[in-house]
């Protein structure tokens, strides 16, 4: 549980930043109506998101749940400093051979810190029970968050031939929002150039061979990544399913993006400190 806690903050964050979602379009239109949107996301003050990511191994797998689902949901809003903060409740349900497990908590991101806390915790995870309820401090060096940080991403992602195409698909309605479908592409450059970006922004001092990158993402399908943009071009979901090539799983990722509702303060948990007997 908790090892699924880790991967979905990564993965919200990731996605509440927009870092991969930069799309080139066909025609300057095109490309500027979607370039506003991702870049609008970028330097937003603050909004909602519910996230959604469905993931079914392959049935020849004999080791990993024959599905996982994790469902997010909450706030991101930027701090005084300019770092990104995000206040989120998160769910994540798994089945394998007939058993189904549930396990939720929250995690809050404040100054560049992580915290999370475990609410509920399947039995087969004893070793969480005694800090259930309580918020626990994780990293505490998330710089990747921070208004720099956001600004250089964009720079590279406002780079051209990030992607291979991009299509039109059609109108379609996102909740109460009237949005046009946009379909794209990654080259196999522009997939390098994010993947180097990303990795500078984590602050690894490892060198990016983005040749051999080209090449891999050359031998994998190129699963397209779909947008939605309301008329007051804002981005309202984003979605890609791709299938892993190490274990062959069918992986769904949807998320939706909403304003803020009113103006929440996204403040530090009290850490409670354990008392020895």
Same mark, same amino acid.
């Given at each position: ?12 964050? *990731? ?34 998101? #519910? ?13 990993? +749940? ?101 299509? #039109? ?18 080259? +196999?450059?522009?997939?390098?150039? *994010? ?33 939605? *943009? ?48």
């Amino acid at each position: 549980m908790k090892k699924i806690l880790s991967v979905i903050i990564v993965v919200i964050v *990731i996605l509440a930043g927009g870092w991969f979602v930069f799309v080139r379009g066909t025609t300057p239109r095109t490309e500027e109506k979607i370039s506003s949107a991702m870049v609008g996301l970028i330097k937003a003050s603050g909004g909602h998101f #519910q996230l959604y990511v469905n993931t079914k191994s392959d049935p020849t797998a004999t080791t990993a +749940p024959s599905e996982i689902n994790i469902i997010a949901d909450g706030d991101f809003q930027k701090n005084s400093n300019g770092s990104l903060g995000l206040n989120s409740k998160i769910t994540a349900t798994g089945a394998t051979t007939g058993v189904s497990v549930t396990g939720n908590g929250e995690a809050r991101l404040v100054n560049g810190k992580l915290y999370y806390k475990f609410n509920e915790i399947p039995p087969i995870f004893t070793n969480l029970e005694a800090v259930r309820g309580k918020w626990l401090s994780g990293a505490t060096n998330l710089q990747f968050l921070s208004e720099p940080s956001r600004t250089a991403l964009v720079s590279v992602l406002q780079q051209p031939q990030l992607f291979v195409e991009i299509k #039109q698909v059609g109108k379609e309605k996102v909740g109460n929002f009237k949005t046009t479908h946009f379909q794209a592409k990654f080259s +196999p450059s522009g997939y390098a150039s *994010i993947l180097e970006a990303m990795m500078q922004v984590f602050g690894s001092n490892v060198p990016v061979n983005k040749t051999a990158l080209e090449n891999s993402f050359k031998s994998h399908d190129n699963a397209p990544l779909d947008i939605w *943009i309301d008329s007051a071009n804002k981005l309202r979901k984003l979605a890609i399913s791709y299938v892993n090539s190490q274990n062959k799983a069918k992986v769904n990722i949807e998320v939706l993006f909403t304003p803020l509702v009113g103006t929440p303060k996204i403040e530090e948990p009290v850490i409670e400190t354990p008392t020895t007997k």
